[in-house]
């Protein structure tokens, strides 16, 4: 079971493109733009990204493939659930750096986020309440 902190920071998380802070924007606009890469080494301050150091961003592009991402329109829209996903995770994280982003399509993919072996309760579920 999550904590009261993560329960209420699950329910701050932005729903649609404006309401995310401008570090958020950033972030999401980064992976709109370039479609397939990674971020490494993301510092996250108070559950938001953190471009000071900037991370590193490794652009990946496919090969062979004939169809052109599809990019939306500027402006307002609803967050899919893989970017509130993303943005959870960094709420429960708080504080700490997220070795790696992978995002396919514009999306968040795949996080990683290293912790100490110590952070595991004996039952086998980590401090964060992750089973």
């Given at each position: 079971m999550?904590s009261e902190?993560?329960?209420?920071?699950?329910?701050?998380?932005?729903q649609r493109?404006?309401?995310?802070?401008?570090?958020?924007k950033?972030?999401?606009?980064?992976?709109r733009r370039?479609q397939?890469?990674r971020?490494?080494?993301?510092?996250?301050?108070?559950g938001e990204?953190?471009?000071?150091?900037?991370?590193?961003?490794?652009?990946?592009?496919?090969?062979?493939s004939?169809?052109?991402?599809k990019?939306?329109?500027?402006?307002?829209?609803?967050?899919k659930s893989?970017?509130?996903d993303?943005?959870?995770?960094?709420?429960a994280?708080?504080?700490g750096?997220i070795d790696?982003?992978?995002?396919?399509?514009?999306?968040?993919?795949?996080?990683?986020?290293?912790i100490?072996?110590?952070?595991?309760?004996?039952?086998?579920?980590?401090?964060?309440g992750?089973e």
């Amino acid at each position: 079971m999550g904590s009261e902190h993560q329960d209420r920071a699950s329910n701050l998380i932005a729903q649609r493109f404006s309401e995310l802070s401008p570090s958020g924007k950033l972030l999401v606009s980064t992976m709109r733009r370039f479609q397939f890469g990674r971020f490494e080494e993301l510092r996250i301050c108070n559950g938001e990204p953190v471009w000071n150091p900037p991370p590193k961003l490794v652009r990946v592009a496919k090969i062979g493939s004939s169809e052109d991402p599809k990019v939306p329109a500027a402006g307002d829209w609803v967050l899919k659930s893989a970017v509130r996903d993303l943005f959870r995770e960094f709420a429960a994280l708080q504080n700490g750096k997220i070795d790696r982003i992978v995002f396919h399509r514009g999306l968040p993919f795949l996080v990683e986020i290293s912790i100490s072996a110590t952070a595991t309760a004996p039952n086998g579920s980590s401090e964060r309440g992750v089973e």
